[in-house]
């Protein structure tokens, strides 16, 4: 097994937040241009990337999958909602991250 660094999980989460940056920028520009959504859907795959990357070391953990989590919604992708929310909830996080995740949840059911 090949020891995962943990400048990757930086590395993607730069990039995803980055992509999130200019998507919002673009939104301000051009508010139906279709970059968006592929750019927010592009940040999403970094961003899960991340998270399924972190080991279960609180906050971190819970924070990568709760920005993941989010990203997914924003992209309609449930499942995946389920699956980062479920993995955020691991381990012994904050309260307030945890009722944070379980809101993300209570969105995708609406």
Same mark, same amino acid.
């Given at each position: 097994?090949? =020891?995962?660094?943990?400048? #990757?999980? %930086?590395?993607?989460?730069?990039?995803?937040?980055?992509? +999130?940056?200019?998507? %919002?920028?673009?939104? /301000?520009?051009? =508010? #139906? !241009? +279709?970059?968006?959504?592929?750019?927010?859907?592009?940040?999403?795959?970094?961003?899960?990337?991340?998270? /399924? @990357?972190?080991? @279960? +070391?609180? =906050?971190?953990?819970?924070?990568?999958?709760?920005?993941?989590?989010?990203?997914?919604?924003?992209? #309609?992708?449930?499942?995946? +909602?389920? $699956?980062?929310? !479920?993995?955020?909830?691991?381990?012994? @996080? =904050?309260?307030?991250?945890?009722? $944070?995740?379980?809101?993300? @949840? /209570?969105?995708?059911?609406?």
């Amino acid at each position: 097994m090949v =020891p995962i660094d943990s400048t #990757d999980i %930086n590395a993607l989460h730069r990039q995803a937040m980055k992509l +999130v940056d200019s998507a %919002n920028a673009l939104a /301000r520009l051009k =508010p #139906d !241009d +279709v970059r968006i959504a592929e750019m927010l859907h592009t940040a999403y795959q970094y961003e899960a990337r991340a998270a /399924r @990357l972190c080991p @279960l +070391v609180q =906050p971190s953990h819970a924070v990568l999958h709760r920005s993941a989590a989010t990203l997914a919604l924003d992209c #309609d992708e449930v499942e995946a +909602v389920q $699956e980062l929310v !479920d993995a955020g909830l691991a381990g012994n @996080l =904050p309260e307030e991250i945890a009722v $944070e995740l379980r809101d993300i @949840l /209570r969105r995708v059911s609406k």
